[in-house]
């Protein structure tokens, strides 16, 4: 045989070689086959494993109110009504509006708060501030924490979306009083004082604006 042949041949023999090869490795398809049998036992298990997370209580909720109450069905009302709100991101939201609020209060100046609070909040607050004025009272605050919050009531109008949440507030504090000599007529520079405090928040759920406002206090 001539060269050419013999290259011919082995090309063959090496292409017949590597489709064999593949054959072994691969398997071979002929006709409809049978889709690889499914585990059903094992199939269920993972459902029902999925159905009891998708099922299972919402920590959200059950981390702030008891299971099953009023208070938790109400919480979750809200939550299907408004899926951006969060009762654990509200608790964080309104314990730092407590501080701003409080500590704009004991300084006399409302004006950077006035958007976080009702018009019958302004006025009370307003009016407090206005009498210290009047008899020269200097307020001297320092806040140090809330040492312990906790949700107490809530209430939502399905109807108009209308939503108020109370909190209880511990805060902590130094407070006292100077009048207009500078003597110390109330408190102490360093007796820290612990206050407590019924907040309630309002807001429309689902609504453009995300902020909710205080519209009663009560100590």
């Known amino acids: 045989m001539n060269n050419p042949v013999i290259q011919l041949l082995v090309l063959a023999a090496i292409a017949v070689f590597l489709i064999l090869r593949l054959r072994n490795t691969l398997g071979t398809r002929e006709g409809f086959e049978k889709p690889p049998l499914v585990d059903e036992d094992a199939r269920k298990r993972r459902r029902t494993d999925f159905e009891v997370i998708e099922g299972g209580p919402d920590h959200d909720v059950t981390d702030n109110v008891p299971e099953n109450s009023p208070l ?6 809200m939550k299907r009504v408004d899926n951006s709100f969060l009762v654990g991101e509200f608790l964080g939201g309104a314990k730092g509006a407590y501080e701003m609020i409080l500590m704009a209060f004991e300084k006399g100046d409302l004006s950077g708060v006035t958007p976080f609070i009702s018009e019958e ?25 809330v040492s312990d919050l906790s949700l107490r009531d809530v209430i ?39 206050q407590f405090d019924l907040w309630t928040f309002a807001r429309v759920m689902n609504s453009g604006d995300p902020n909710w406002r205080l519209v009663a206090t009560d100590g």
Do not use: C, W
Not at 122 to 144: G, M, N, P, S, W
């Open 72 to 77: 938790g069905h109400t919480l979750a009302t």
């Open 156 to 194: 939502f109008d399905e109807d108009t979306n209308e939503a108020e949440i109370t909190v209880r507030f511990a805060g902590e504090l130094t407070y006292l009083v100077r009048d207009n000599a500078g003597d110390i007529i109330e408190g102490s520079a360093t007796e820290v004082k612990r």
């Open 121 to 145: 909040v302004y006025e009370a607050f307003q009016t407090v501030i206005d009498d210290r004025e009047a008899k020269k009272l200097i307020i001297e605050a320092t806040f140090l924490g």
